[in-house]
């Protein structure tokens, strides 16, 4: 009985010590608006994050876990159109460069949203 009552106490101070892993209690995840901050035109599609985050400020989190492109018209998946993309990531936002496009097409015009934690349940709205 002793030999269980001091295995018993060693757990519990062993189980006080532990700290939670960061990965073991991830937060819910929601999707941001969808943002178009700028067209085609010029020199092609700008959806760069540090433009997005001047121009809706607080809108977006500090570390975005993922991004999404779809076009404007249709909601194509970016990844679908054919389109060659200069940046699609979550440090930089989306850049498509007219440049890049093969025998000189255009650049479509493109709408992002960030994966990012929620702030509360309304905020899966957009879905979680």
């Known amino acids: 009985m002793i030999k269980l009552t001091a295995l018993t106490v060693v757990a519990v101070l062993l189980l006080a010590n532990v700290k939670p892993s960061r990965l073991a209690i991830s937060p819910r995840l929601c999707w941001t608006s969808w943002y178009d901050r700028d067209d085609p035109s010029g020199t092609g599609d700008w959806e760069d994050l540090k433009?997005?985050?001047m121009e809706y400020p607080g809108e977006i989190c500090d570390t975005p876990r993922r991004i999404q492109a779809v076009t404007v018209?249709?909601?194509v998946p970016a990844e679908s159109t054919g389109?060659?993309?200069y940046a699609y990531n979550t440090q930089?936002?989306?850049f498509c460069?007219?440049?890049d496009q093969p025998s000189g097409q255009q650049c479509l015009d493109y709408k992002v949203r960030f994966r990012c934690p929620c702030i509360s349940e309304p905020d899966c709205i957009n879905g979680c």
């Open 73 to 75: 018209d249709g909601n």
């Open 92 to 94: 930089l936002g989306f």
């Open 51 to 53: 433009g997005l985050r």
């Open 83 to 85: 389109q060659h993309f």
């Open 97 to 99: 460069r007219n440049a």
